[in-house]
């Protein structure tokens, strides 16, 4: 099993930055592909960025150029740094992790309100 803990939501302003973490603990050598989801009411969760055990990274359209993903083998941590925040990305920002039989783990969720 893979245990993902987040940290780092809260309330910015408008342009703003805020840095989200997933600490991964359990069985982390089974993980192929780390990744951040994010969802409001009434809406499909949707994939914000992944990065895969080899570094390749993958971001949707809408944050390309805002938001990098990052990883810390040493800390067994993922990072989403998010700048130039837009209201558009109120959501509640979930960890995932996937493993090679296409598992999917997921962390409790962190809100992120963009709000001026």
């Known amino acids: 099993q893979v245990q993902l803990v987040e940290s780092g939501g809260g309330l910015v302003q408008p342009g703003g930055s805020l840095r989200l973490s997933c600490a991964v603990s359990?069985?982390?050598?089974?993980?192929?592909?780390m990744g951040w989801y994010r969802q409001t009411p009434g809406k499909e969760r949707e994939l914000v960025a992944s990065?895969?055990?080899?570094?390749?990274?993958n971001y949707a359209d809408s944050v390309k150029g805002r938001f990098t993903i990052a990883r810390d083998n040493a800390k067994d941590t993922v990072y989403l740094q998010m700048n130039s925040l837009k209201s558009e990305d109120t959501a509640v920002y979930y960890c995932?992790?996937?493993?090679?039989?296409?598992?999917?783990?997921w962390g409790q969720g962190t809100q992120v309100t963009v709000s001026s």
């Open positions: 359990g069985r982390i050598f089974i993980i192929t592909v």
């Open positions: 995932n992790a996937r493993d090679y039989w296409m598992t999917n783990y």
């Open positions: 990065i895969t055990s080899g570094g390749s990274t």
